[in-house]
């Protein structure tokens, strides 16, 4: 390979990383395959540069995992106990009317170090008897989704909600207990330092995204929230009385599995 030529994919690379690579992190998340192929072409090209001693040396950004935020718990430990004082704040917190009709906050489930964090919109009746989001039929069905869809177990992933406490009669939030919430929310994203966000459902798309468009709209395309990419896809509730559109949240796990570089099982790919 000749060095004007090496230059020009390695040129063509970066400009490929910086049309994509992460807005907050400044990173890109490549596949083995990918990176192997990479790391190959940049041996190639650095033996070729030093044979070559009026070429510049030459770089290729290596895959790499996210650098954590400046100032973010650094280790899972700190990490832990940084979510846990956030969950003793939620649980004393008094911010909007929901406090008063709540039996407890239901603040996340799942691991702290996850590399994906599902979001609902609010807890319903059996999550504010248990303060465990995505608890009852709903809830089975995603535990269902992350177990046999992705081959993962619950408690790899973390699942919270938009709002930690129960809406009466399950009513849709308001905007200004949305905006007292949200903070909370933002807070965990920000420790937990996920690679990809899972928006169950509309009203928790709608939230995050600030927009009214239909989850039908939303799904097939990556947004961001906090810096952090974000795929919609369906409300588990939605998928019980729907359950035809099961199919349409199965590919949308396997965009977030890709992403992850999640092996899809055998037989189950679309
Ligand atoms: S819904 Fe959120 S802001 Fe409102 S009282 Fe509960 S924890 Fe506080």
């Not at 400044?26 to 009026?54: Q, Y």
């Not at 691991?111 to 609902?120: E, K, M, Q």
């Not at 807070?187 to 990809?196: G, K, M, T």
């Amino acid at each position: 390979m000749s060095n004007p030529l090496y230059r020009e994919i390695v040129q063509d690379i970066r400009t490929l990383v910086e049309a994509t690579a992460h807005p907050r992190r400044r990173t890109i998340r490549l596949s083995p395959e990918v990176a192997a192929k990479l790391e190959a072409l940049s041996s190639a090209g650095s033996a070729a540069a030093a044979a070559d001693t009026h070429s510049e040396p030459a770089e290729v950004p290596a895959a790499s995992t996210p650098a954590p935020d400046p100032g973010s718990p650094s280790d899972s430990g700190a990490r832990e106990a940084a979510l846990d004082a956030l969950e003793k704040m939620v649980a004393m917190c008094t911010k909007c009317e929901l406090c008063h009709g709540r039996t407890q906050t239901v603040f996340a489930d799942g691991d702290p170090t996850a590399r994906i964090v599902f979001v609902g919109e609010a807890p319903g009746a059996d999550e504010d008897r248990q303060g465990v989001p995505f608890v009852g039929r709903a809830g089975q069905l995603l535990t269902d989704i992350i177990t046999k869809g992705m081959g993962l177990q619950r408690e790899e992933v973390y699942i919270c909600n938009v709002i930690k406490c129960r809406p009466p009669n399950n009513r849709d939030p308001k905007p200004a207990e949305i905006e007292q919430c949200e903070p909370y929310l933002v807070e965990q994203l920000r420790l937990i330092q996920p690679e990809v966000i899972c928006a169950l459902g509309a009203h928790a798309a709608r939230t995050l995204l600030r927009t009214n468009v239909a989850v039908g709209k939303l799904r097939d395309q990556w947004h961001e929230y906090c810096g952090i990419p974000l795929r919609v896809t369906y409300h588990p509730s939605y998928l019980l009385r729907n359950p035809a559109d099961k199919r349409k949240t199965w590919e949308d796990i396997q965009v977030i599995m890709e992403y992850l570089g999640i092996p899809i099982p055998q037989g189950k790919g679309s």
